[in-house]
């Protein structure tokens, strides 16, 4: 089923859930001032008045311009395409004289943008045709309708997305080692405009700010094209960066710290505003589940930049991404005018949002990071077992965190050893039972998917239970594990690699978050101080 299929025909089911008879998208010309909503229901643009329309029963119904039917046709989304050549009037009142419905849903919208494709002008034209069939006091709002067909991604939307994410993740990692004293923001952002162009991946908003770069302190902080501004040691530079992947985005902020002659890492000031945009981010990121109004989300972010002594960010926590870098109704924001109802809109499965707080640090720069988050429902620990037992190779607890979600990319597609998931040395007991046996031992390390635990003996079963916590944390960790190997050593304790099975998704998120802190420490990139010259 293509894109386009899909989209109408879950269309439908939107319109019997929100009540709606029937739904019609009226563009024209739309090359100048298309319907955003278009890209769901046309292969491309097109020319003549045209109305896409999609019936709560399943009919559907395109009428186009004669030299656009044979293109929407062939998508096959449609139980009919006409084509007209002297108007749409007659066709679109015969199909809904036929149809008859109730209410009819159209594309305006005093909140949500993405909904608010129609013009007044077409507004105009279509009152004008449906008064003559006593049908015009029957239109209303599709809001509803347009939003969550944009918000609720399909697993190819969502695939799409992900490819997106590992190009400007990858993109990043480059561009950290391109950075160095002397360089500009504009040489910055041509290096990674060439990176996207090699890749044959086009930016995800207008290249004029796609990258931004800002390097120290006193920039214009966002939306701003990058300048000739020269990085030097001692800045805090971030950058806000996506691209497209089968036309879905991705929409990331990275900040790196170029290190002054003499420094090992960054200093306090800078690693302060960098731990608590880390914290802001995981937390609010916890928070987020379907039923939760984004504004609840926006206000675990905020309280944390502001208890820790910065300045609130003057925007909102996050914005959904999907064709657009801005995309969606539903915000993770404040109660503020600008932004109407959409900090009230409820969190839905499907739904893809950024996080991204920011804070300055005085007279170095700003500090920020912007992930990627999909919505999920709650992960269940017997489903983590089933897939293991069905030999997954690894599974991620909902909601996806991107750390895991790129470090598992990684690990399948980008490294040639196949070697595990990222391991961190830990120390903590950890009791083994199985049956009515039980022992004792110490871990030596751990990943998201299993432990090593040194330990007296061996219970003898494949299947066993664990129990430990984590360095800082009072609370257990209780999973099922199986055995995957054993590694006696004569005068050593014996040695078990245990791969984790019943995890339930708190237990995961939590192991997600420290192993990442303690396999990355440096997760804000230091700039070594060095002279400027070609790709180090």
Same mark, same amino acid.
């Given at each position: 089923?293509? &894109?386009?299929?899909?989209?109408?025909?879950?269309?439908?089911?939107?319109?019997?859930?929100?009540?709606?008879?029937?739904?019609?998208?009226?563009?024209?010309?739309?090359?100048?001032?298309?319907?955003?909503?278009?890209?769901?229901?046309?292969?491309?643009?097109?020319?003549?008045?045209?109305?896409?329309?999609?019936?709560?029963?399943?009919?559907?119904?395109?009428?186009?311009?004669?030299?656009?039917?044979?293109?929407?046709?062939?998508?096959?989304?449609?139980?009919?395409?006409?084509?007209?050549?002297?108007?749409?009037?007659?066709?679109?009142?015969?199909?809904?004289?036929?149809?008859?419905?109730?209410?009819?849903?159209?594309?305006?919208?005093?909140?949500?943008?993405?909904?608010?494709?129609?013009?007044?002008?077409?507004?105009?034209?279509?009152?004008?045709?449906?008064?003559?069939?006593?049908?015009?006091?029957?239109?209303?709002?599709?809001?509803?309708?347009?939003?969550?067909?944009?918000?609720?991604?399909?697993?190819?939307?969502?695939?799409?997305?992900?490819?997106?994410?590992?190009?400007?993740?990858?993109?990043?990692?480059?561009?950290?080692?391109?950075?160095?004293?002397?360089?500009?923001?504009?040489?910055?952002?041509?290096?990674?405009?060439?990176?996207?162009?090699?890749?044959?991946?086009? +930016?995800?908003?207008?290249?004029?700010?796609?990258?931004?770069?800002? +390097?120290?302190?006193?920039?214009?902080?966002?939306?701003?094209?990058?300048?000739?501004?020269?990085?030097?040691?001692?800045?805090?530079?971030?950058?806000?960066?996506?691209?497209?992947?089968?036309?879905?985005?991705?929409?990331?902020?990275?900040?790196?710290?170029?290190?002054?002659?003499?420094?090992?890492?960054?200093?306090?000031?800078?690693?302060?505003?960098?731990?608590?945009?880390?914290?802001?981010?995981?937390?609010?990121?916890?928070?987020?589940?379907?039923?939760?109004?984004?504004?609840?989300?926006?206000?675990?972010?905020?309280?944390?930049?502001?208890?820790?002594?910065?300045?609130?960010?003057?925007?909102?926590?996050?914005?959904?991404?999907?064709?657009?870098?801005?995309?969606?109704?539903? &915000? &993770?924001?404040?109660?503020?005018?600008?932004?109407?109802?959409?900090?009230?809109?409820?969190?839905?499965?499907?739904?893809?949002?950024?996080?991204?707080?920011? &804070?300055?640090? $005085?007279?170095?720069?700003?500090?920020?990071?912007?992930?990627?988050?999909?919505?999920?429902?709650?992960?269940?620990?017997?489903?983590?077992?089933?897939?293991?037992?069905?030999?997954?190779?690894?599974?991620?607890?909902?909601?996806?965190?991107?750390?895991?979600?790129?470090?598992?990319?990684?690990?399948?597609?980008?490294?040639?050893?196949?070697?595990?998931? $990222?391991?961190?040395?830990?120390?903590?007991?950890?009791?083994?039972?199985?049956?009515?046996?039980?022992?004792?031992?110490?871990?030596?390390?751990?990943?998201?998917?299993?432990?090593?635990?040194?330990?007296?003996?061996?219970?003898?079963?494949?299947?066993?239970?664990?129990?430990?916590?984590?360095?800082?944390?009072?609370? $257990?960790?209780? $999973?099922?594990?199986?055995?995957?190997?054993?590694?006696?050593?004569?005068?050593?304790?014996?040695?078990?690699?245990?791969?984790?099975?019943?995890?339930?998704?708190?237990?995961?998120?939590?192991?997600?978050?420290?192993?990442?802190?303690?396999?990355?420490?440096?997760?804000?990139?230091?700039?070594?101080?060095?002279?400027?010259?070609?790709?180090?």
């Amino acid at each position: 089923m293509t &894109l386009i299929q899909e989209k109408v025909k879950q269309a439908a089911g939107l319109l019997r859930e929100f009540g709606l008879d029937c739904w019609i998208t009226f563009t024209r010309e739309s090359e100048i001032c298309g319907d955003p909503t278009l890209v769901f229901l046309a292969p491309g643009p097109v020319t003549w008045h045209s109305a896409f329309i999609v019936c709560a029963d399943g009919r559907t119904r395109a009428i186009v311009g004669l030299y656009d039917q044979k293109g929407i046709e062939e998508t096959g989304a449609y139980d009919k395409v006409v084509g007209f050549v002297t108007g749409i009037k007659e066709p679109l009142l015969e199909f809904l004289r036929e149809v008859g419905p109730g209410s009819i849903g159209i594309n305006f919208s005093p909140v949500s943008e993405i909904c608010d494709g129609l013009t007044h002008g077409m507004y105009l034209t279509l009152h004008g045709f449906l008064a003559e069939a006593g049908m015009a006091d029957r239109l209303v709002t599709a809001e509803k309708v347009v939003s969550a067909l944009r918000e609720r991604k399909s697993a190819a939307e969502i695939g799409w997305m992900k490819q997106a994410v590992r190009a400007t993740e990858e993109i990043f990692d480059l561009v950290g080692r391109f950075i160095a004293p002397g360089r500009t923001e504009s040489e910055i952002a041509a290096f990674i405009l060439a990176e996207a162009a090699r890749r044959d991946l086009p +930016t995800a908003w207008g290249q004029a700010t796609c990258p931004a770069v800002f +390097t120290g302190p006193d920039t214009a902080q966002a939306h701003y094209s990058p300048t000739g501004r020269t990085v030097e040691p001692g800045h805090v530079l971030n950058m806000d960066f996506g691209v497209k992947v089968e036309g879905y985005c991705s929409d990331m902020q990275r900040t790196f710290y170029v290190l002054a002659p003499g420094e090992q890492t960054a200093p306090d000031d800078v690693m302060k505003g960098f731990r608590t945009i880390v914290r802001a981010v995981e937390e609010s990121k916890q928070a987020m589940k379907p039923g939760v109004e984004g504004r609840t989300i926006d206000a675990v972010a905020r309280s944390i930049i502001v208890e820790a002594g910065y300045a609130e960010f003057p925007h909102a926590l996050g914005h959904q991404v999907g064709r657009f870098a801005h995309d969606g109704t539903a &915000l &993770l924001g404040p109660a503020w005018e600008k932004y109407a109802r959409k900090p009230f809109h409820l969190l839905e499965e499907g739904m893809v949002f950024t996080l991204e707080p920011r &804070l300055t640090v $005085p007279g170095r720069g700003v500090v920020t990071v912007e992930e990627m988050v999909v919505v999920t429902g709650s992960g269940a620990a017997d489903e983590h077992a089933a897939a293991i037992r069905a030999g997954a190779d690894d599974v991620l607890a909902k909601p996806l965190s991107r750390m895991a979600l790129v470090e598992t990319v990684q690990r399948f597609t980008r490294f040639p050893e196949p070697r595990g998931l $990222p391991r961190v040395s830990v120390e903590t007991p950890v009791h083994l039972r199985a049956a009515d046996a039980e022992l004792w031992g110490t871990s030596r390390n751990l990943s998201r998917g299993g432990m090593y635990v040194e330990c007296e003996g061996d219970l003898g079963a494949d299947e066993i239970d664990l129990e430990f916590r984590l360095p800082g944390s009072p609370d $257990p960790l209780c $999973p099922t594990a199986r055995v995957i190997w054993r590694r006696p050593r004569a005068g050593a304790p014996t040695g078990l690699g245990v791969r984790f099975l019943e995890l339930d998704a708190p237990a995961a998120r939590r192991l997600d978050a420290y192993v990442h802190e303690w396999a990355h420490p440096d997760a804000l990139a230091f700039v070594m101080p060095r002279a400027s010259g070609g790709i180090p």
